[in-house]
């Protein structure tokens, strides 16, 4: 499974900002899909993720202004987070994650979210 993030970048607090996870390879295999987020000398934190099934799963200081959308058409298997509400103290690196049947993690390699106040 390889993962692609893309959409990035420089927004002001309040603003809004959409990023895209596409999947490959071995997409069948994978569930859940998701994002997690790392800010300088912090930990790895979980933003949100979404199961095959539809459920979904997110991180406490982003409920309610984040969304994640799965695209499960069958020529892509792309995963969206939808930010609103940005603020400052969610500026970091973005990482899309997936996990396979076999219980192995997959990881992108990141995109950095910066919110300015």
């Known amino acids: 499974v390889q993962l692609v993030e893309s959409g990035g970048g420089l927004v002001r607090a309040g603003g809004s900002l959409t990023l895209s996870c596409a999947a490959s390879?071995?997409?069948?295999?994978?569930?859940?899909m998701g994002w997690y987020r790392q800010a300088p000398g912090q930990q790895r934190e979980l933003v949100a993720t979404?199961?095959?099934?539809?459920?979904?799963?997110?991180g406490d200081s982003v409920k309610g202004r984040f969304n994640i959308v799965r695209d499960r058409d069958d020529s892509k298997n792309t995963v969206y987070l939808e930010m609103n509400s940005l603020e400052p103290e969610d500026t970091a690196v973005y990482y899309c994650?997936?996990?396979?049947?076999?219980?192995?993690?997959?990881w992108g390699r990141g995109t950095q979210v910066t919110v300015s106040s």
């Open positions: 390879g071995d997409v069948f295999s994978i569930n859940p």
């Open positions: 979404t199961t095959a099934g539809g459920n979904t799963n997110y």
């Open positions: 994650y997936a996990r396979d049947l076999w219980l192995r993690e997959h």
